[in-house]
């Protein structure tokens, strides 16, 4: 049974500063890792994604993943008013020919980044 | 093209009734997969097709619970006899396959049962 936490929040942060999400999981196995952003009233919608050990950068957003210590880490630079929503994370989903797992999501970390 | 498109956007319904949620896929993503929100929690998975079949029904919260897909398209999630309890947020995501792949989203079907 997959596992995955987060600091539900909400996670307060200055409009400016770097917002810091992150996420552990219990599954050993898990190789990659899914950063979606959820807008109030709104659908889930895919920021980052990230399979490698280190860091991955996109614009303003980078994600971190460490498999040793089982967590991935979300990083938002410069934060704007725009990036207060919910930031969900989850282990791919494996096929293991007899089924596989929809998302296992974490419950979410609510960032307020404040003007 | 088109993103993942659901229908109907809200449903109220009244306890004991019969609903059924539609789910449209993106064109060409064999995958589909059925979530429920509920106010304030997470995203909890409950079924996934790739094609016509789905191998695990075991997230299915009870049996008055069911899914098809036909045509490896369109799949409808039914709920039979809604209780309060099923109310929530119904989301829909589509992937290129099983297993790997992002999965996106619709914008969800409102579930009110009174």
């Known amino acids: 049974q997959k596992e995955v936490e987060q600091n539900s929040g909400p996670l307060s942060v200055p409009e400016g500063a770097i917002a810091s999400l992150n996420c552990t999981y219990s599954?050993?196995?898990?190789?990659?890792f899914f950063w979606y952003r959820q807008y109030s009233g709104k659908s889930p919608e895919l920021i980052m994604f990230?399979?490698?050990?280190g860091d991955k950068e996109d614009g303003r957003f980078t994600a971190q993943l460490n498999k040793a210590s089982q967590y991935v880490s979300l990083l938002i630079r410069d934060s704007q008013p725009s990036d207060s929503a919910t930031y969900l994370c989850a282990p791919e989903g494996r096929y293991s020919g007899g089924g596989a797992d929809g998302l296992t999501f974490g419950k979410g970390t609510h960032l307020i980044i404040q003007p | 093209g088109a993103g993942v498109s659901q229908s109907p956007s809200n449903k109220v319904t009244e306890k004991g009734k019969d609903v059924e949620l539609r789910c449209d896929p993106i064109?060409?993503?064999?995958?589909l997969y059925w979530y429920r929100q509920s106010l304030g929690q997470g995203l909890e998975f409950l079924i996934y097709f790739q094609g016509n079949s789905a191998p695990d029904k075991s997230g299915l919260p009870s049996d008055r619970f069911s899914a098809e897909r036909t045509g490896g398209s369109v799949s409808t999630l039914t709920i039979q006899r809604t209780q309060q309890e099923d109310s929530a947020v119904y989301l829909c995501?589509?992937?290129?396959?099983?297993?790997?792949?992002?999965?996106?989203f619709g914008p969800g079907t409102r579930l009110l049962v009174l």
């Open positions: 990230i399979y490698s050990n």
């Open positions: 995501a589509s992937s290129l396959a099983t297993g790997s792949g992002t999965q996106y």
């Open positions: 599954d050993r196995g898990s190789q990659s």
């Open positions: 064109s060409g993503h064999t995958a």
